[in-house]
C-alpha cells in the first residue's frame, strides 16, 4: 500500500526543490509536478514528490485523520 500525505512547504529551493515539514520533520522534495508553489503552500507528497497542491484547511482534516487512525491502532 502507498500512502501520500500532506505537507507543508517551508522553503523553495534551486532546480525545482522545496523543504517541507510534518510533524517537526523536514525534507527536501521534488515540485516539478505541481509548479508553482511557494513557502505556506500545502502540497501532497509521495516518494519525494509533490504530486498535488490542496489547501490548508484539505490538509488538516486529512493529518487529524491519520493521527486518529494512529491512535486507534
Known amino acids: 500500500m502507498c500512502l501520500a ?3 507543508l512547504v517551508v522553503a523553495l529551493l534551486p532546480d ?4 517541507v515539514a510534518l510533524d517537526g520533520v523536514e525534507k527536501v522534495i521534488s ?3 505541481v509548479e ?9 507528497v509521495h516518494v519525494g514528490y509533490a504530486l ?7 490538509a ?3 493529518l487529524a485523520l491519520l493521527a ?6
Open 5 to 7: 500525505i500532506p505537507t
Open 16 to 19: 525545482h526543490g522545496a523543504r
Open 31 to 33: 515540485t516539478l509536478l
Open 36 to 44: 508553482p508553489v511557494v513557502p505556506g503552500d500545502y502540497v501532497v
Open 52 to 58: 498535488a497542491k490542496i489547501d490548508k484547511d484539505e
Open 60 to 62: 488538516e482534516r486529512t
Open 68 to 73: 486518529e487512525m494512529g491512535e486507534a491502532s
